[in-house]
């Protein structure tokens, strides 16, 4: 079973439609991420959580709103989808300088978001 | 401002040759790196990592290499296998626990059989 999961894994909507797309994990991790892929643009950091009761914007958090439901859900909303939020968005999480090796990230599948 | 730059879009090397993904940056305050992997379809999975105190790291095929003065690390792949053909991202850390992770805009290395 997938450690970090993603739903919907892809999604097509319309102009001015709310979209919330789900992250849940079974790592045991406070820290959560979302994160947007465009071509050309690597990984850019949209909100990220570092437990249930902290928010924190990203890069790139306009147009976006995300929940942190409990340790191991985050939830991003966007609130009315425009063309330009058509992407492949990411959820991540990490521990807390786990093993040594630095704060590595999980990440998800991916949801593949297109708005028409 | 792009913090994290990978110049190269694509890397193309025949099998059993050694492929080298650079990735430059520019805050000296970064502290920690690391490459990531992704597949198409699927998220992206860590590779190695490189911490400011060193300047090399190696773990069986994969070797990263920092030089700090340069501000440039690379990714060396030795021997090149056709399953390492993927988007190879490189990320940075900055300094002290933020947990954010600045990421270049990846490299795709394509390896001919």
């Known amino acids: 079973d997938a450690d970090v999961t993603q739903t919907p894994r892809n999604r097509i909507t319309k102009t001015g439609k709310r979209i919330m797309l789900e992250c849940s994990q079974t790592?045991?991790?406070?820290?959560m991420y979302w994160y947007r892929q465009d071509p050309g643009l690597g990984l850019r950091l949209i909100y990220y959580?570092?437990?249930?009761?902290?928010?924190n914007k990203g890069e790139i958090s306009d147009g976006y709103s995300v929940s942190r439901q409990a340790q191991a859900k985050f939830s991003l909303s966007l609130e009315s989808a425009i063309p330009n939020q058509t992407a492949l968005y990411f959820c991540?999480?990490?521990?807390?300088?786990?093993?040594?090796?630095?704060?590595?990230?999980?990440f998800g599948p991916g949801t593949r978001l297109t708005v028409l | 401002d792009q913090q994290v730059k990978q110049n190269s879009p694509s890397l193309s090397v025949q099998e059993g040759r050694i492929s080298i993904l650079n990735c430059d940056y520019t805050?000296?305050?970064?502290?920690?790196f690391l490459w990531y992997k992704k597949y198409p379809a699927e998220g992206p999975t860590f590779l190695i990592s490189?911490?400011?105190?060193?300047d090399k790291n190696e773990d069986g095929r994969f070797t990263v290499f920092l030089n700090k003065s340069a501000k440039h690390l690379s990714l060396h792949i030795v021997p090149s296998q056709p399953g390492d053909s993927a988007v190879y991202f490189c990320?940075?850390?900055?300094?002290?626990?933020?947990?954010?992770?600045?990421f270049g805009q990846g490299t795709t290395l394509q390896v001919k059989p």
């Open positions: 805050n000296s305050m970064f502290d920690y």
């Open positions: 790592k045991g991790h406070d820290r």
């Open positions: 991540a999480t990490s521990d807390l300088g786990a093993s040594g090796k630095g704060n590595e990230q999980f």
């Open positions: 959580s570092f437990d249930v009761k902290d928010i």
């Open positions: 490189i911490s400011s105190i060193k």
């Open positions: 990320a940075a850390f900055g300094s002290g626990n933020t947990g954010k992770l600045i």
